[in-house]
């Protein structure tokens, strides 16, 4: 259901426009969902789950009313699961796979993860229990999902951990990059403090690379764990991005989650350039903050578009209208402030390197729309100034790694997450580098053990 637009509208109006959108199961539909069940043996489920979460056995301590256990289950395999059960993609993958899609519906199993997660934070439950420390100091550089699962698992293998993180919170992406109305922060802090209670040392602001030197790190540290995802939306490259009125998506959507809840945007005409996950982000964010209209332009189709399935269902839910093949030639502004977007139609050619079409623009199909703010969503620029200072082997800014180790060109220095992420493959899950972090502080540990044996 679109959001009511009003002609006033107070900031507590808005902050209720950010509340989560998806309630939680009761007690009752919990336990009348996780009874329908088939607790499947070799299930498809387990297989689905790029954590490999035994979906079977947590379902079945919900059954029985252990949800410390079930909760326990989740958070072994997946150290964001809290998270992960708000904003996986489960029709594509658990879900999905589910044997129950050939006759009836299947599990519920996100909101089976949610109602345990959710009891667990309820009810202030420690989960972990750090290891017996063996003396090795590991830097995890960057808080987000594949640095906090890194760390998490180091911890509990009995490593010497210390994260650092530019932001003022750890948590990353599920902190700051994820609309509070599909995961609020609460989840996330959660999900850090299960991390810090391993005596993790978490360092907020700073910058690696600026407030401490790669070469600090690897003089200090026994292994280096590059986890900084990427950075800030790139530039159009068209004229009038200098204009009152433009904004960067992740900066966006980061500024709601920071409660800094802006006002001017009720009543607005909003476009917003892009078609993936971030992009979808920012058009419902715009829609909650009162935009009058609110449009996605994307130079291809619906085909191409990166954003999941269960996204753009909900953006058009929300009344985001899509323009397919539409790119823009430049911002048109007056006194500073953006009055509209020359378009340009476009058209789908030979297929790219990723194996989509090129668009190609179609000419004299100029035409103008109307709008006052701009929102730019066509990905991120890569962290290639603290890559070069740790002098690793990069194809762009994508860390080049053994895809069995994660090692870098650096034997010392491993990486994860969407520092690893290639182009043209869609966009990473929070899910894939959950497990990326734990497969990085497995290939860590499985080595040091090596070495003393």
């Known amino acids: ?170 948590g990353g992406l599920n902190t700051y990059g994820i609309v509070s109305f599909r995961l609020p922060q609460r989840i996330s ?50 004229e009038g991005e200098e204009l009152d009125g433009v904004h960067d998506a992740i900066e966006f959507v980061k500024s709601t989650k920071d409660g800094q809840i802006a006002q001017d945007f009720l009543g607005k005409r909003v476009v917003v350039i892009g078609a993936g996950n971030t992009a979808i982000d920012g058009a419902t964010c715009s829609i909650r903050l009162g935009a009058e209209n609110v449009k996605i332009l994307y130079r291809r189709t619906a085909e191409e578009m990166t954003a999941y399935d269960f996204e753009y269902e909900f953006a058009k839910m929300d009344g985001v209208e899509f323009r397919w093949l539409t790119a823009p030639n430049r911002i048109i502004g007056e006194n500073g402030k953006v009055t509209g977007i020359e378009c340009v139609k476009m058209a789908l050619g030979e297929p ?20 006052d703010a701009v929102i730019k969503a066509i990905g991120q620029t890569r962290h290639l100034d603290l890559i070069q200072q740790f002098s690793l082997e990069h ?16 034997p010392k220095v491993y990486a994860c997450g969407d520092v690893i992420f290639g182009k043209g493959k869609g966009e990473a899950m929070v899910v894939t580098a959950a497990q990326q972090g734990k497969e990085v502080a497995h290939t860590i540990h499985k080595q040091f053990s090596a070495v003393e044996a």
């Not at 194809?395 to 650096?410: A, C, F, L, R």
């Open 189 to 238: 802090y959660w999900e850090v403090e299960q991390v810090e209670k391993l005596n993790v040392n978490i360092r907020t602001n700073i910058v690696v690379g600026k407030d401490i030197t790669a070469q600090e790190l690897l003089d200090q540290f026994d292994r280096i764990v590059l986890a900084v995802g990427m950075s800030h939306v790139p530039n159009l490259g068209i």
């Open 395 to 410: 194809d762009g800014g994508v860390v080049k790694v053994d895809q069995e180790t994660k090692q870098t060109s650096n």
């Open 1 to 170: 259901m679109a959001i009511e637009k009003k002609q006033r509208i107070s900031l507590t109006d808005l902050e209720q426009n950010f509340q989560e959108v998806e309630p939680g199961l009761t007690n009752r539909e919990a336990l009348e969902e996780a009874n329908r069940c088939l607790y499947c043996y070799d299930a498809p489920c387990i297989k689905a789950c790029p954590t490999g979460i035994d979906i079977p056995t947590f379902i079945k301590k919900i059954a029985s009313g252990n949800l410390l256990g079930s909760a326990k289950t989740i958070m072994t395999s997946n150290p964001v699961g809290a998270s992960c059960a708000r904003v996986c993609p489960t029709e594509e993958l658990c879900e999905g796979a589910c044997v129950l899609n050939h006759s009836t519906k299947p599990i519920m199993i996100g909101n089976l993860q949610r109602y345990a997660t959710d009891w667990a934070i309820q009810n202030q439950q420690p989960l972990f229990n750090p290891g017996t420390s063996n003396g090795q100091k590991i830097a995890v550089i960057g808080g987000g999902p594949a640095g906090i699962s890194a760390a998490r698992e180091l911890a509990r293998l009995g490593y010497d951990v210390t994260i650092f993180e530019a932001a003022s919170k750890a």
């Open 352 to 371: 790219e390197m990723d194996g989509r079409r090129r668009p190609i623009a179609v000419e004299g199909s100029e035409y103008v729309i109307p709008v």
